[in-house]
């Protein structure tokens, strides 16, 4: 008896729950209606109490990812929209890092938030390595949020119009040196914290690219899977190509396992490259390959 009392109670728990619930999601569902209602009537400030509104309803239902979930995503959205046009870009922002990121909303996704929440800053400093040099600073900051992406830095050959790119792994670890306000000189800054991008010269395998598919052809060790499988697999492997001309911080793009991308990883440290170069210099360059098994 004590038993089937703890059952019926619990179901009394239960059923109030699911009566609630569905309260709940009717009052969310008709304050969100009348927030994009208002919104669409270019009344913002309504729109944007009601919604603000629906989104403080707490609200489930056995079917939650396809009713309350969206409609909290919803309302996200349609409040970023609305404090667009109330132009509170900061709230804005705010929503719709949520609903973009925290609830997937593609259409919210299409509104840009790189675009709209950040900004992007440039410092140019001239004659940096030389007479016929520019040097910039670039990097990203949120509008609102104290926040900031690690820069690139871009070195600009007016002599030849031609441009280098590249970025410092671990700026922080650096003395006396201020990623956002300084541009790095690159003949000091240990070699193994600067990778370029883009180079005026980029990295080549002594004899070219018949030379290169001969190193590797010549040197690839078949993994036993190869000869099962009994056709062309591609793996491709990124690296970096030293300022000597050695390969270094081998790793997989794209692989498939098997053996196979560990005979890629091998075969590449393998290699000597001529490097990349920047304004006449060595650099160390990342770079990104192929390696094909074919039998």
């Not at 509008?143 to 830095?153: A, G, M, Q, R, V």
């Not at 300022?243 to 911080?249: E, I």
């Not at 692989?255 to 990883?265: K, P, Q, T, Y």
Request: charged content about 25%.
């Amino acid at each position: 008896m004590k038993v089937l009392k703890q059952i019926l109670f619990g179901l009394l728990v239960l059923a109030n729950c699911l009566v609630f619930g569905q309260d709940s999601l009717a009052k969310k569902t008709k304050l969100y209606n009348k927030g994009v209602e208002m919104y669409n009537k270019h009344q913002f400030k309504k729109a944007e109490s009601f919604l603000t509104s629906s989104l403080n309803v707490i609200a489930f239902d056995k079917n939650f990812k396809d009713s309350a979930y969206n409609l909290t995503s919803n309302s996200f959205y349609y409040l970023a929209l609305t404090q667009l046009q109330l132009k509170d870009t900061c709230a804005a922002c705010k929503n719709i890092k949520i609903s973009a990121y925290a609830y997937v909303n593609l259409k919210t996704q299409q509104l840009n938030y790189d675009c709209l929440c950040k900004k992007k800053k440039k410092i140019n400093y001239n004659n940096c390595l030389g007479p016929e040099t520019n040097c910039y600073v670039e990097f990203t900051e949120g509008i609102c949020e104290d926040t900031k992406e690690y820069p690139l830095y871009l070195i600009e050959n007016l002599k030849n119009d031609g441009g280098c790119l590249f970025r410092i792994i671990d700026p922080d670890s650096i003395k006396k040196f201020d990623p956002y306000t300084q541009f790095p000189d690159i003949k000091t800054i240990p070699s193994d914290k600067i990778v370029f991008i883009i180079a005026d010269t980029l990295p080549e395998f002594p004899g070219g690219d018949t030379e290169r598919i001969k190193f590797l052809t010549d040197n690839i060790k078949y993994p036993q899977s190869a000869k099962e499988q009994g056709t062309t697999i591609k793996v491709y492997v990124t690296f970096i190509v030293e300022a000597d001309g050695s390969v270094s911080n081998v790793n997989i793009l794209r692989g498939i396992g098997d053996g196979f991308d560990e005979e890629a990883i091998r075969v590449t440290k393998l290699m000597k490259w001529k490097p990349a170069k920047c304004c006449g210099i060595p650099v160390r360059m990342q770079f990104n390959m192929p390696v094909t098994f074919s039998l």
